[in-house]
Structure formats: C-alpha cells, structure tokens
C-alpha cells in the first residue's frame, strides 16, 4: 500500500479530513435509524457537537495508531 499511495506528502489534509467528515455524517444518518434515535430532532449546534466528537474519537486513534 505505501507503493501505491508513496509517503502521502502530495495530498492536501484538509481534503482529507473533509472527506472524512463526510463520511462520518452520512454513517451516523444511516446508524441512527436501527437505534431508533429520531435525527430530525437534531439541530445545527447537536450535529456539530456530535460530529466533533465522532472526529476527536478518530484523531486521537490516528495519532495512537501512528506512534
């Protein structure tokens, strides 16, 4: 995998991570429906928290992972 994507310098992290905040919203619409949790009720600032969470989670993983 590190041939085919080399050290990764050329990629713009914010790309990256936008990508990856895509992601995680649109998993979480779909999550919550067998949950049973009613994301309508959900406003801006609940999605953002929730979202900030998800990618704090997944940052500190990233960053143990790496070391």
């Known amino acids: 995998m590190f041939v085919q994507y080399g050290a990764g310098e050329d990629r713009i992290w914010y790309a ?4 990856v905040i895509g992601i995680t919203y649109y998993a979480q619409k ?3 429906i067998p949950l049973k949790i009613d994301a309508k009720e ?4 609940d999605w953002f928290f929730v979202e900030f969470v998800v990618m704090d989670f997944f940052l500190v993983t990233w960053t143990l992972l790496l070391n």
Do not use: E, T
């Not at 990256?16 to 990508?19: A, C, G, K, Q, V």
């Not at 959900?42 to 600032?45: A, E």
């Open 42 to 45: 959900f406003k801006f600032k």
């Open 16 to 19: 990256i991570l936008m990508i």
């Open 30 to 32: 779909l999550l919550y």
